[in-house]
Each structure stands twice: as structure tokens, then as C-alpha cells.
DNA sequence: GCCTAGTTTTGATTCACTCAAAAGAGCGAT
DNA sequence: ATCGCTCTTTTGAGTGAATCAAAACTAGGC
């Protein structure tokens, strides 16, 4: 990434969405642009150390607007809370660590649209497919191997 | 499907997994069976009908012990409560309706083990692939084009 | 028929998020 | 520079989905 493509600044960004730029949003959208895949209570917590004052509920707000006008994306990993990321507009796909939770991003598998065919054709009118792939990352695969297979009565 | 693999009776079902037969676990075994793609208080709902005094917290712990032993799977489209089938083991995928809610499942796409593998290694070690496609169900897609493109503020 | 580990009931509690009303602040127009 | 309209934020309450915990019950091996 050179400097030409870097994120822009949080004013331009949030102005160029059609949303009013106030220090809540600005505050978030520097919290999500160092936290890839944050979850609103720790964007909350990054925003209130620049505005002391902000409401947790303002960062709801923020963020649903960010959604909304296409500036963040959520997603939602099974049994976790919702995660927002700048990166939109990409069709990227995650992996999410089933034994830290850490979460990365994947690129699409298939070219720029992937799988958006099953198999046969369901009648469904299909728009977006989302995939979510699950297994270790590198530090808790390494940790598993380190040691015999895990034996759920003994810690 | 054939009267040869027809989905086993619950008993057995419930039995061949580990676990003990009770009389909310039989129901709850077969409402799954008549609901495909079923939320917890659907589940309950069913499960009453049939047994008057079970408690919602029965539910919820047999749906856990069913997805524990194997008998059943948890998914979670964002935005919507757990949904349990009891088709496991087969990896397949769902689609989900953006505009109802219909959940209807899909084959694998590439062929049994599908998206397995990311485009570029990640250094997760990856065990499952979860893929799920939104779009209309074909009632709401007809419904969506028998009238003009929708106008938000006119309902 | 007992006994015990596994189940269910009852009731409280959590978490992540949403709703609503009142107070406050951007920013385009004057 | 000020005004004023609308959008934002604060404050405080409320929700749905699910989990935790302890006491009462029961399936099924002996």
C-alpha cells in the first residue's frame, strides 16, 4: 500500500459519506481503522479515551450509520458478538479461530464473485454469499501440537 | 430418499447418540423432524404441544446436548436467532431469505469438501467452511417484481 | 426394586443491543 | 458572524435470546 492509497482520513471519509462529521465519528473511525475487526464495545472503549465523555449508545449510532451509509461492514461470527471493518466493498471472506477467536480476513476464493452458484439452482434469487472459514491460527495450531491430544477432563 | 433411509425413530436416534431417552427429547426429535430449519421456542412450542409442563430451559438443554452428541447442528445466520436442523455430517450450506427470513438448504457446491481452501495460505489451519447465501426466495422475488422498485419512503 | 448419574424445573441473570425523549451541535443559508 | 433546521448525542429504560445455578426428579444399570 503506497501512500497514495492510504485510508482516508476519517473527516474526508465520513464528510464523502453523506454523514456529518462530529468527534464521536471521527474518534471511531480512527478506532476501527487500528482494529480490524473490532467489536462496538472496543471501539467504545478506544473512542473514550480521546472523548472522555461518549456514551456507549453513541457508538452504537456511529457504527449503525457507518453500516448504513457503506463506510463499515459487520459481520457476525456465530456465537460472538458483531465485528465492524472498514474494508466494503471487496467481497472478502474471514477466518475466524475457533480456539483464541482472532479473526482475519481472506481473500475472495474464486475470482472476484465466488461462490454465488450453487450447485443447482434453488429457485432463491441469490445476492451476496458469505463465507466464514473455521480452524486454528498459527499460535494455537502450534500450541496444539505441542502437546498430546487434548483431554477435555484434565486442564 | 427411500423408506430405507428414512430419518431414524427418535428413540433410537436419541439412544445411538449417548444419550438417555426422556420424553422432551423424543419431542423435541420430532419436531426437528418436521421443522428443517427451526428456532428454539418453535422447537418448544412443538415440544408442548405434546408435553404440557416442559419449560423452555428443557429445550435449550436438550438442543445443546443434541448438538454436542452429533444429532443436531446450530446455525446462526447474523441477525436471527439459532436455527437447529438435524441434517449433520453432510456439509451443506443455506440460503437465506433477505426479505422473510425462509431458510432453505444447499448442496455443497464443489463437491463434497467445497471452499476448503482459501486462495492464498493463511497459517490458519482450517477445519470447516461455512458458506451462506442471502438472497430472495422465490415468493418474495416475484413479489418484488410485480410491483416498481421499491420506494423507501412510501410503504 | 434401588441407587446414582444424568435430566428437568424453577428462577435469576447476563449480554449485546435497541428504543425513546430530551438536550446539544453541524453546517448551509442568511 | 449569526440563525435555525436538522441530524447527533446523551440519558435511561427495555428487549430478546440465551446462559447459570440449585433443587427436584427419573432413566436405566445393578
Known amino acids: 500500500m503506497t501512500a497514495h492509497d492510504a485510508p482516508p482520513l476519517a473527516e474526508e471519509a465520513i464528510r ?4 456529518r462529521v462530529t468527534a464521536p465519528r ?9 482494529l480490524p475487526h473490532a467489536r462496538a464495545d472496543e471501539i467504545f472503549e478506544r473512542v473514550r479515551a480521546t472523548i472522555p465523555g461518549t456514551s456507549l449508545q453513541a457508538v452504537y449510532n456511529v457504527l449503525g450509520d457507518f453500516v448504513d451509509a457503506g463506510l463499515a461492514r459487520r459481520i457476525e461470527p456465530s456465537g460472538q458478538p458483531g465485528l465492524f471493518e472498514l474494508r466494503v466493498g ?10 483464541c477467536g482472532r479473526v482475519d480476513d481472506i481473500d475472495c476464493i474464486v475470482g472476484e464473485a465466488p461462490c454465488l452458484h450453487p450447485a443447482h439452482d434453488t429457485g432463491f434469487r441469490i445476492q451476496v454469499a458469505e463465507v466464514t ?13 505441542s502437546r498430546p491430544p487434548s483431554d477435555p477432563d484434565r486442564p
Open 16 to 19: 464523502g459519506a453523506g454523514l
Open 26 to 34: 471521527r474518534a471511531a473511525y480512527d478506532a476501527l481503522a487500528g
Open 90 to 99: 471487496d467481497n472478502h471472506h474471514h477466518v475466524v479461530c475457533t480456539s
Open 133 to 145: 472459514f473455521w480452524g486454528l491460527c498459527p499460535d494455537c495450531a502450534a500450541a496444539a501440537d
